[in-house]
């Protein structure tokens, strides 16, 4: 629309960031240790060591506030960084609003979201660390194809274990995650201990995150050649993201422009952590943006759970973790944004939103809905209904924006491509999506399962 | 891999060419006119004008070198172009070749591949004309995406007829298309008399591209609000589609390179013509690089075809067009490029390749698989089936640089991504997947349904 505001903000491929950033180094309170999900000890590095590479059990409790990022997961980042930043102008129009809205796009990655930021560095981390094969588990796909591509790139043999329902649902992905060379097993499995006994209590089982996490950290844990690759929560995985925040940083001061608000949505916490974190330093200094962090209502971990240790997995075979949480019994109904139905959330994000360094909100599914649709229509791209959650948010607060007859600058990161969503946005357009608010009854019962601490 | 060379060459949004470069202006020999198909007299605009609005009838039959893109058109490009040219270094590096292998990947586009270069001019053509509607037809989705998400933008209806197969083997396709706010209409359809009269004969019929084709001509001839566009095959396309081939040689001039040969598959023939009619001045001044068409060995248009007068459809209610073809009445296999799988080909294509100013080769769809895999784990993005026969013909050229310890420079359009082909990929993994080469015998008598022009 504009003759001198470009739609598509560029950077070149020599300003791809060389470090990544660790918010470790500026938090006024650092999240508290994992906990050994048997003894209750702090879990130190060699308790982490069964399924993680050293250099990434470093990141983990570093304090350092910048780590190199190695020549060889650059020269991977070149195939899709620096991802664009997109100037929504016809989203803007559409909504009549003074507001200027921003994106950045990370489904520009080969495996159509950012999960390709950290699964590249864990692939090169193990290879370097002399391993040879990578367990994960995936629900809605997205680090699954990330991994297995990332994988294919390190000569490492990756075997996903993926939620059954899932792998039947969405037969696109599990070909996707063949195509670049995985081997894609249905979960439960009879591979494992876990698996079978699931199978043996309930032969049709269709699966679930808890159990394939638990399939796939026994695979790790019970072979020398084999660990184990996680796509979210921890606090590695958010070190990797923070080259979206970077690289947003640099992209807006093109533009001349500085956000009021950042938003992404939140499962984990790691395309939220990736994008907010950087703009962390500026907020503590007193002139920083507002972060939101967005999740569904019907999985509302910070907006209604507790901020207390859990497990990561139903087996409780994962370390313990301090974050807010459900409880890890806490049963999503079958929302659609696949990934957002977890339990639990980053340590990081969590320590954050306890100390009112970034906000909170919880949006309903309709809405989400609502809001890529748009966005489809307006900007041409397919959001992933996760990412649409950002979305939803950011048209609420250009919406607010009008209102007030300000002119916000909103940055919002679009983590992925809807493209083998479909089945979720016909759903939606055959009136067939409901909406989910739990009652606070259903949430203490929910909680009722939390570890106690000793 | 190099530290110098870019792995991206990017231009900016001010580079997007401002004009439509038209291979009319620079033909040793015009294509021979349209003929009406009842009459076969030569076809005048007044012929066009029922299905087609005054500016794009102009562009069919202009011998204007550059005709100006409006800026309406320019600012809807400027949603994904220009698109991004990369050098291929992990593809070479795989095949250990001497040569230097680049692509124009076209899939960035929100519709996912070349075809909404096209869309997005004829949709602002027909809604500066008054017109209220488009139809189309659609087989494999990609052209019905493409004017799905055009018409949106001009506020148009847009009303997709669609193969009936393809509508159920690629319902991702058919949701995406509705989240754009079009309708698709399974063909044959009771909506129309050539819908009807298929399915008086066979209620069960499956649909074709040639029957899906007349019924959206019949409704647009039928209705004054109301038009037809066309994805492919005809000249306005194939200069829409020059965007392509003119930005490359802008990418590859940024390198300092040139290339020995420009590759893009061909089936309608525009994608081809976008990105190698750019090159044809330089070519006919005996100094520009080979020309290559590819084609799937089971729908050897030009290199088994013969160059006649034919239909465009099965209904004959199109224009008889100069072009090579396999007869109307050819039924392809059920290969998996649904978008190659057309039995004639661009007039201006057919015209160049007549003349020996461009070459054809045929490839086997086995070969095309395994070339589009290994594209896939090395450059990491899933190609169309359509795309994977240029790579399979630009890998090939890069073997024989290899033998011959040639640094040859190849230039190949990847001009779609393969999110929605994934069945095809699966059947390819699964050993489903058979080679098909016609007899000289099966082409006569195919070739024995041409019209006798008088």
């Known amino acids: 629309m504009s003759k001198e505001h470009p739609t598509k903000i560029l950077l070149q491929e020599k300003d791809i960031p060389t470090h990544w950033y660790n918010i470790q180094a500026d938090m006024p ?12 000890e702090v879990a130190g590095p060699q308790d982490l060591a069964v399924i993680f590479p050293e250099e990434l059990i470093k990141q983990e409790m570093s304090t350092e506030r910048w780590i190199e990022i190695p020549d060889e997961v650059l020269d991977l980042y070149k195939l899709w960084r620096p991802s664009p930043l997109y100037r929504a102008f016809k989203l803007e129009k559409a909504l009549d609003t003074p507001a200027k809205i921003y994106y950045k796009y990370e489904g520009v990655s080969p495996a159509g979201s950012h999960k390709l930021n950290s699964a590249v560095a864990q692939a090169y981390y193990n290879k370097k660390a002399g391993i040879k094969r990578l367990t994960t588990e995936t629900g809605a796909g997205q680090w699954g194809t990330a991994l297995s591509l990332a994988c294919n790139y390190f000569d490492l043999e990756c075997r996903v274990y993926m939620v059954k329902i899932s792998s039947i649902q969405k037969p696109y992905r599990k070909s996707l995650m063949e195509v670049f060379g995985a081997t894609v097993i249905p979960s439960p499995s009879n591979l494992t201990e876990a698996g079978r006994q699931v199978l043996a209590k309930d032969p049709d089982n269709l699966g679930s995150l808890g159990t394939a996490i638990s399939e796939a950290v026994e695979e790790a844990a019970s072979r020398e050649d084999t660990n184990y690759a996680l796509g979210s929560v921890l606090n590695h995985v958010v070190i990797h993201q923070s080259v979206i925040g970077l690289e947003a940083k640099a992209q807006l001061e093109m533009v001349d422009a500085y956000p009021d608000v950042v938003i992404a949505c939140c499962g984990g916490g790691t395309n939220f952590g990736g994008v907010a974190f950087p703009f962390v330093p500026d907020k503590l200094a007193g002139k920083g943006p507002r972060l939101v962090a967005v999740e569904p209502a019907a999985c509302p971990t910070l907006t209604q759970g507790e901020f207390a240790y859990d497990f990561g997995d139903l087996a409780k075979l994962t370390p313990l973790l301090k974050m807010y949480t459900l409880g890890h019994a806490f049963m999503p109904p079958g929302i659609h944004a696949g990934g957002l139905r977890y339990h639990g959330d980053s340590p990081l994000v969590s320590q954050l939103y306890h100390d009112g360094i970034i906000e909170a909100q919880a949006v309903l599914q309709t809405d989400v809905f609502k809001a890529a649709t748009l966005f489809a229509k307006t900007e041409g791209i397919l ?13 609420k ?3 607010q924006a009008k209102e007030a007859g300000e002119e916000k600058v909103i940055l919002f990161n679009l983590s992925g491509h809807g493209h083998f ?3 979720a946005y016909d759903n939606y357009l055959s009136g067939k999506i409901e909406d989910v608010v739990h009652g606070e009854e259903f949430i203490k019962e929910s909680l009722a399962c939390l570890p106690e601490i000793k």
């Open 421 to 423: 969503d479909l089945t």
């Open 29 to 40: 309170n650092l999240p508290e240790p994992p906990l050994n999900p048997a003894t209750q």
């Open 397 to 399: 607060e250009a919406n």
């Open 383 to 395: 959001p992933a209904p996760e990412s649409a959650h950002a979305i939803s948010a950011a048209i």
